[in-house]
């Protein structure tokens, strides 16, 4: 009996981690960033956001002062993100 109660758990602790899994959904945010001009700019940002949990890719435009983030909604959120970019010495605001 304990050991069918103890197998009954383990099945349903390892379906509410599948399901918190399926739930995490890769996002996109474009942000606005303030004082990046040059390529020196563009890679000391896109080293910071890279190390940040949850990130998957980075687009960088020095032209139009742009960036576009591919991340896990789950690991981190546009603020967190916005917060990095300051850290950096840099403005970001999230475009809609």
């Known amino acids: 009996m304990k ?9 349903l602790l390892l379906a509410m981690l599948l399901a918190a899994t399926a739930l995490a ?6 942000f606005k ?3 990046m001009v040059c390529d020196a700019c563009t890679a000391k940002i896109e080293k910071a956001l890279t190390k940040t ?3 998957k890719s980075v687009k960088l ?4 002062s742009t960036a576009t983030v591919a ?3 789950a690991k ?4 967190q993100l916005i917060k ?4 950096q010495g840099f403005k970001a605001e999230l475009q809609k």
């Open 3 to 11: 050991s069918l109660i103890a197998r009954l758990l383990s099945f």
């Open 25 to 30: 959904t890769d996002t996109t945010a474009n």
């Open 33 to 35: 960033v303030t004082g």
């Open 53 to 55: 949990d949850g990130v």
């Open 61 to 64: 435009d020095v032209d139009s």
């Open 71 to 73: 991340f896990d909604d």
């Open 76 to 79: 981190v959120k546009p603020e």
């Open 84 to 87: 990095v970019f300051e850290k």
